[in-house]
């Protein structure tokens, strides 16, 4: 942008006293439009933004919620259970769930007796019947919260036995042997990074051992010369096994061939078995943790789980998530190939007319959320000149795509066809700027 365009770029009070603001600045407060329109005009002193649409773009911001609340952003990324994007996109079912939980609830009453009731018994019961080689189940607010209080609760001032290859990071910096430090369990390393054995393990496991822990290592793969131990040879051992699964996948899928299960891993024997509810599962925000009844018992009744536990919304969408029978995330794992290319080309061809260039491109879409490492998700994506990703990413309805070979590419993977109409439009309007 040259000296004499950021001339031309109005003054945020220029703004603010525009009449289409009266209103705006009466229901929300002037200092909150006041924030819209410098971000705004941020925006148009980037080039993302023409200076003509600063107004539209306030009151679409404004529109959107309060300030600091989240906006709502179309996925175009072909990754399906983006952290950074909120991962999994909740159900119908269970938006609608939790809209009724915003109100007052019997979460802990009973409605026949009109006394207290154990909270959240509807969704103990719906995760027990998805689960019933578990003796117990419980839920927690993460998964790194259901993994602290399994080695809080069963391992605090004794040894934890782990992997070395499974020492992992889990985001933001966060690294796993932190974490459980911080429960004041001991970590007893065993193996290496790329191989361990059975024999490592039983020579760890003494007499001060509480739990030996197999944590399924996300986003990243160890290829070659490696060896692990599955958990039902660990659990032969004499310490319980605490398995965390991550991802959430309750049973067995043919997507996902090496992807843990906790059907699996409880069949297979281990006391406790940890994941997300919110990648695979296709549900909120929280931590599930299912097993041997004496143990979850004993977890339950930790005074940490108090702290951890879940408020009346996750559990109304989690119970939802449960009874759905195909969540968005399960929609956009298994979309049909050939229709992703319809649905692209058909854009596609809309804007060509428009005189925008616009091809159709294979894409790899990705599972996302540590999910499936390796695994490819074959589709089709509209690609576009590589300064579109910004102007899409600022524009009145937010499309996130990807920026590959210096293209911005939009994979509609993650895009419900009823959302096909704004993709369209978000371009045409981006185009124009």
């Known amino acids: ?100 939980a915003a109100r007052y609830t019997d979460v802990e009453f009973d409605l026949a007796s009109g006394e207290r009731a154990k909270r959240g018994r509807g969704l103990v019961d719906a995760l027990q019947a998805a689960l019933p080689d578990a003796g117990g189940v419980l839920v927690v607010n993460n998964g790194a919260a259901a993994v602290l209080l399994a080695v809080t609760a069963l391992g605090a001032g004794k040894n934890i036995v782990i992997s070395r290859g499974e020492l992992v990071e889990i985001g933001d910096g966060f690294r796993l042997p932190e974490l459980l430090e911080s429960a004041g369990a001991r970590l007893k390393e065993v193996g290496t990074t790329n191989r361990v054995r059975f024999d490592d393990y039983a020579a760890a496991v003494d007499d001060d051992t509480a739990a030996v822990l197999k944590v399924h290592p996300s986003n990243f793969r160890i290829e070659g010369f490696t060896s692990t131990v599955p958990v039902q040879e660990l659990a032969t051992l ?26 699996t891993a409880l069949r297979a024997g281990a006391a406790v078995v940890t994941c997300s509810g919110d990648k695979l599962l296709g549900g909120p925000q929280a931590g599930l943790l299912a097993g041997r009844a004496e143990v979850i018992e004993r977890l339950r009744r930790h005074p940490l789980a108090r702290a951890l536990r879940v408020d009346k919304l996750t559990i109304a969408a989690l119970a939802a998530s449960l009874d759905a029978l195909r969540s968005p995330v399960w929609q956009a794992l298994t979309a049909d190939e050939a229709r992703l290319r319809e649905r692209c080309t058909a854009i596609a061809k809309q804007l060509g007319a428009d005189g925008i260039d616009a091809q159709v491109v294979p894409s790899a879409g990705a599972v996302g959320g540590g999910g499936g490492p390796g695994v490819t998700l074959d589709g089709w994506a509209l690609s576009l000149p590589t300064d579109f990703a910004a102007r899409l990413r600022n524009g009145p309805t937010p499309v996130v795509g990807r920026v590959e070979r210096d293209r911005c590419l939009l994979d509609l993977r993650c895009i419900q066809p009823a959302d096909d109409a704004a993709v369209l439009d978000a371009v045409r309007t981006a185009a124009a700027r």
Do not use: C, F, Y
Request: aromatic content about 0%; proline content about 10%; charged content about 25%.
């Open 238 to 263: 004499p310490a319980p096994v605490i398995a965390d699964i991550g991802s959430g996948l309750l049973t067995p899928h043919p997507l996902l061939p090496d992807e843990p299960d906790m059907r």
């Open 1 to 100: 942008m040259t000296i004499d365009d950021r001339r031309r770029v109005p003054s945020t009070n220029a703004v603010l006293d525009d009449p289409r603001l009266a209103d705006a600045a009466q229901a929300r407060g002037r200092p909150a439009v006041k924030r819209a329109v410098v971000a705004a005009l941020q925006h148009v002193r980037d080039g993302d933004l023409g200076r003509d649409d600063v107004v539209n773009a306030v009151l679409h911001e404004l529109a959107g919620g309060p300030a600091g609340a989240p906006r709502a952003v179309l996925n175009a990324t072909g990754v399906v259970v983006h952290t950074n994007l909120g991962r999994a996109p909740l159900s119908d079912t269970a938006i609608e769930a939790m809209a009724t």
